[in-house]
């Protein structure tokens, strides 16, 4: 006779995680693309060349927002965060693919979010004009106290439904968005920009955006691994104010073979 196994204890976690599992991305990858409009199948040859023109086309493509040259490459994350990141990172749909583990198809694990004492808990001021701002002590005991207490009453809800046989469909319903999932993350660097200019903070973005914090975390480690991959593109979109380029390359070629 075997024991059945004892159900697992709630964790809780104040941090995210992303690991860049596949990539196809590269500086490279940009200039072929916008050379291809003179140069033809050339375009491959020019790569190498000179490397100080690459690296002002790629510049003036940022600056003038020809965007089609930065979506031939490819990066795949692995993120773990709160289901609520991600409800709001699946607002971006274009250029951008997801795939979720299933509260169908699998009992899902006690792992919750609480903010760590770094998260500024209140928020002051106005809808469109507010700041967030530190808590006292009082206020993360308070905060911490009542998500874990509500997670595990939840997630004790949850395990006695699938005890007396509810489908894990319905017994999910009971727990809450501060649970952590798992994704695959597909996008190219011009999808990417458009993220990381709407979902963080950054002294250089001429446009201000003010992302909810845990998202935040999300970007900026996707980030990161961009940088490391694409370091001209990645500086280039710092020093052209973080604003994604949106428009076609064939001016941009014509200015390059014309203009130098």
Not at 177 to 189: K, Q
Not at 227 to 243: Q, S
């Amino acid at each position: 006779m075997t024991d059945t196994p004892e159900p697992a204890k709630p964790h809780f976690r104040s941090d995210v995680t992303v690991e860049l599992v596949k990539s196809a991305a590269g500086d490279a990858d940009v200039l072929f693309a916008a050379r291809v409009s003179t140069a033809g199948e050339q375009s491959l040859e020019e790569v190498t060349k000179d490397p100080e023109r690459s690296k002002g086309l790629i510049n003036f493509l940022m600056r003038d927002r020809h965007g089609s040259p930065f979506e031939h490459n490819s990066m795949t994350f692995f993120i773990s965060a709160p289901i609520f990141v991600f409800r709001e990172f699946m607002r971006h749909r274009v250029g951008w693919s997801y795939n979720e583990e299933s509260g169908r198809y699998r009992e899902l694990e006690p792992v919750f979010y609480v903010p760590g004492t770094s998260r500024k808990l209140v928020q002051q001021g106005r809808p469109g004009k507010y700041e967030f701002v530190e808590g006292t002590e009082e206020q993360y005991d308070v905060t911490t106290r009542a998500m874990e207490e509500s997670y595990r009453a939840s997630y004790e809800a949850y395990q006695e439904m699938l005890a007396k046989g509810v489908a894990r469909e319905v017994a999910r319903a009971v727990l809450p968005v501060g649970l952590f999932s798992s994704m695959y993350a597909t996008c190219n660097a011009r999808s990417l920009m458009h993220f990381l200019g709407l979902r963080t903070q950054h002294e250089l973005a001429k446009v201000p955006s003010f992302p909810q914090r845990e998202i935040e975390m999300v970007g900026e480690q996707m980030e990161a691994h961009w940088a490391r991959l694409m370091p001209l593109t990645h500086a280039a979109f710092n020093k052209n104010g973080r604003v994604r380029p949106i428009g076609g390359v064939r001016i941009a070629a014509f200015r390059e073979v014309h203009l130098g």
